[in-house]
């Protein structure tokens, strides 16, 4: 009898660690499952933000938003299974969405340099067309002024004054 006691109390002390056990477990998962959503929120919102910034910069963000849409849904979808307990699909769409925030954040960083280098282009462009011009209007003003008053001159000079008596 000492062995089938022993057994019992072996039996029901394994169950009772066993349950201990599984409930830090649960509670393991779900600190990973929580930290998981926090990332990719994170994620998603630094990725708006930088599309944000793009876009002020004048860069064509349509694709990022596009992406970013994917991100938000596989983020709402993460959060859903977490709700109905399903942790391993809450830190799958979690990593997904993650993953696709932080693309949108480095591709929008990049159109973000690519736009500014466009603008800074067309800056110089018109900088330089702006001067060329000016200068091209002196130019011809002072050509034309040259060209005019020889011009007026020869045909000044080639006036013969008559001398009008006064009959008055």
């Given at each position: 009898m000492s062995i089938?006691?022993?057994f019992c109390l072996s039996l029901m002390i394994l169950l009772i660690g066993f349950g201990l056990?599984?409930?830090?477990?649960?509670n393991a998962s779900?600190?990973?499952?929580?930290?998981a959503?926090?990332?990719?929120?994170?994620?998603?919102?630094?990725?708006f933000e930088a599309v944000t910034v793009a876009e002020k910069a004048g860069g064509n963000v349509s694709g990022l938003l596009a992406d970013l849409t994917e991100a938000g849904e596989f983020l709402a979808a993460a959060q859903m299974s977490y709700r109905n307990g399903d942790f391993d699909s809450a830190v799958y769409?979690?990593?997904?969405?993650?993953?696709?925030?932080?693309?949108?954040?480095?591709?929008a960083y990049e159109l973000r340099i690519s736009a500014w280098d466009e603008n800074v282009q067309r800056m110089w462009f018109t900088?330089?067309?702006?001067?060329?011009?000016v200068i091209?209007?002196?130019l011809g003003s002072l050509w034309f002024w040259r060209f005019?008053?020889?011009?007026?001159?020869?045909?000044?000079?080639?006036?013969k004054p008559e001398v009008v008596k006064d009959e008055s």
């Open positions: 089938l006691k022993s056990l599984s409930v830090n477990l649960v779900e600190d990973i499952v929580n930290s959503i926090e990332a990719a929120e994170s994620a998603v919102i630094s990725a769409f979690a990593n997904l969405s993650r993953d696709i925030g932080d693309e949108v954040k480095g591709e900088v330089i067309g702006s001067v060329s011009g091209l209007v002196v005019f008053k020889r011009w007026y001159f020869r045909r000044v000079l080639r006036m």
